[in-house]
């Protein structure tokens, strides 16, 4: 595969382009709001197979916007390459659904959500985070001084020693719904992706028996490995068709994943959407650098959202950090996704892994 690019526009033309020679042009979903450099910004949909297939397998990049640099790069990748599929299967890849956060270097939407928390039942009362309320103003304080730092990660930390990582990694990556300027915010209503995401499976998948699909993600995990994790338990059945289809996949909800259990992701809500359909979808996690990097980058990025006024400086720093958690720039992390990758749609389709 080769080098992964290194802005939204560049990543996007490359995804067009390919799709355009491979006889696809493309279907847009054009987004209201400009891009970090004054571009134009969209989700662009291309399916290869036939409209009528029995089999769907979908393929999303960008959930998480900054993430979308891996997950670009292996679509554009994969039609590069001009793969055989099946003749009861399509392939309906997803380019840049969150393309906001994907052209600033941002997790989050134009409002600060995390559209992978967006997916609850907006027609009831959102859920409560009592946990994180408690401790919102560590995890993103009103400063981000040398000083606040330090003092509001000693205290996370010893909260760490008291409490267990696992309760505040959920605590804090869960979900919340009372800080719009915090870290993992749901928001207020279905956003603009979370709207285009349903029209888009509605109109690629509505009528196929069996839906597969795979989400794109990055930044939990070992470096460069690729952990498939679905929103299920181990004993439901769209669990074990996973299984069934990759073998090794963990559970968020049974807390055998590199995720802690999340309120309002999308993959679980899709059979609503779908309910002619089998669906069997599982996030594609890839690892870049340990967890607390990680956090620290979207602490930072947070308070940078919320501040009243941030240097240029200052900016340009926080938004090279968080892409820097979420994206290797190196040949050797882009040679283990591209591996990975092909093993996971090519055991989605049926088809034979093509050599290394």
Do not use: C
């Not at 990759?246 to 909800?253: A, D, H, I, K, L």
Request: aromatic fraction near 8%; hydrophobic fraction near 45%; glycine fraction near 8%.
């Amino acid at each position: 595969m080769r080098p992964i690019d290194s802005d939204y526009a560049t990543a996007r033309a490359r995804f067009v382009a390919a799709a355009t020679k491979a006889g696809e042009a493309p279907m847009v979903w054009d987004h209201p709001l400009l891009g970090r450099n004054g571009e134009a910004l969209g989700t662009d949909v291309v399916g290869f197979g036939p409209v009528d297939a029995p089999h769907v397998l979908l393929i999303v990049s960008a959930t998480h916007g900054v993430e979308g640099y891996a997950g670009s790069a292996l679509q554009s990748a994969w039609v590069e390459l001009g793969p055989a599929i099946p003749d009861d299967t399509a392939v309906v890849l997803v380019h840049g659904i969150n393309p906001f956060g994907f052209s600033f270097d941002r997790r989050v939407n134009e409002d600060n959500v995390d559209l992978n928390r967006n997916f609850v039942d907006w027609s009831q009362p959102v859920p409560a985070s009592p946990d994180y309320d408690a401790i919102a103003s560590l995890v993103v304080p009103p400063e981000w001084t040398a000083e606040a730092q330090a003092e509001s990660t000693a205290a996370l930390l010893d909260l760490v020693v008291a409490e267990g990582l696992e309760k505040v990694q959920a605590a804090i990556s869960g979900g919340q719904y009372s800080h719009p300027n915090g870290v993992f915010y749901g928001g207020t209503g279905p956003t603009w992706s979370h709207r285009s995401l349903r029209e888009i499976l509605t109109k690629f998948a509505a009528a196929a028996a069996r839906v597969t699909i795979v989400d794109l993600h990055t930044g939990l995990g070992p470096w460069g490995h690729g952990e498939l994790i679905s929103p299920s338990g181990s004993g439901a059945a769209d669990f074990k068709r996973a299984q069934q289809l990759w073998g090794e996949v963990t559970s968020m909800v049974d807390n055998t994943s590199v995720s802690a259990p999340v309120m309002g992701e999308w993959l679980s809500q899709v059979p609503k959407w779908l309910p002619d359909a089998e669906v069997t979808g599982v996030a594609l996690e890839y690892g870049t650098v340990d967890p607390v990097t990680v956090l620290q980058a979207l602490r930072a990025d947070a308070w940078r959202h919320g501040a009243e006024e941030v240097s240029p400086e200052l900016d340009d720093e926080i938004r090279l950090q968080l892409r820097s958690v979420f994206l290797d720039d190196g040949a050797a992390w882009a040679s283990e996704l591209w591996l990975r990758f092909i093993q996971v749609v090519d055991a989605a389709i049926g088809a034979p892994t093509l050599p290394s």
